[in-house]
Structures are given as C-alpha cells and as structure tokens.
Nanobody
Framework: VQLVESGGGSVQAGGSLRLSCAAS????????MAWFRQALGKGREGVAH???????MYADSVQGRFTVSKDSAKNALYLQMNSLKPEDSAMYYC??????????????????????WGQGTQVTVS
C-alpha cells in the first residue's frame, strides 16, 4: 500500500493550494479517506474526510474554506484549500481507513484507526 501526497508549498495568506494523494493498494471508493495535519510542536488533527458514498466532512476550523474530493477512476484524494491562513501551516497527511468513518466532524477522527498513511506534504502560509 502506498499513499503519496503532493501539492504542498509556500503561499501568502489568502491564497490557495490543492493537495493530491495518489493511492495504490487501497481503493478510495471502498475506504474512508482523510486529511490530517500536524503543525510544529502540536499533535496531529483531522481536517477533512470523505466517506465511501462521497459524503464530505470537515473540522470547524476549515469549514467553508477547504473542499475534500476523490476521483475513483484515478484512485486519488484531493484537498482544495482556499483563503489560507498562517494557522493552516502544517505537514498535511492523507490516511485511509477500511470502512466508514461514521463521524460528523473531522476534528473527531481518531488517527489510531487509520492503518495507512502517506509521508506528508508541507504547507506554509505567511
């Protein structure tokens, strides 16, 4: 199994970035796919996730600014991030859970249930 993130970088506040996660060995159609982030000196937090049926959920801190999506044909996960703020600066990880996450807010995601993780992509907002 491999999850490979890309698309991170440095951007000014108010700007946008689109993160991608290419999956192999797992099928995004049959997994709950999530984005987590970890800022320097802080714990990892759930940002957004998308269920098997395409239902998208978010943490309150990104609601209305971030959009999570998946492409089953490409077996990929995406995170469109708009109106970025300095507090969005972090390493962003994609993760896969075999089944339904069954949680309304991504902030409540338990990282321990996600078996598969990518290596992360850095986002810096100044």
């Amino acid at each position: 199994v491999q999850l490979v993130e890309s698309g991170g970088g440095s951007v000014q506040a108010g700007g946008s970035l689109r993160l991608s996660c290419a999956a192999s060995g797992v099928t995004v159609r049959t997994y709950c796919m999530a984005w987590f982030r970890q800022a320097l000196g802080k714990g990892r937090e759930g940002v957004a996730h998308i269920e098997l049926d395409g239902s998208a959920m978010y943490a309150d801190s990104v609601q209305g600014r971030f959009t999570v999506s998946k492409d089953s044909a490409k077996n990929a996960l995406y995170l469109q991030m708009n109106s970025l703020k300095p507090e969005d600066s972090a390493m962003y990880y994609c993760a896969a859970f075999s089944g339904w996450c069954q949680i309304r807010s991504s902030a409540g995601l338990q990282e321990g249930i996600f078996r598969y993780w990518g290596q992360g992509t850095q986002v810096t907002v100044s």
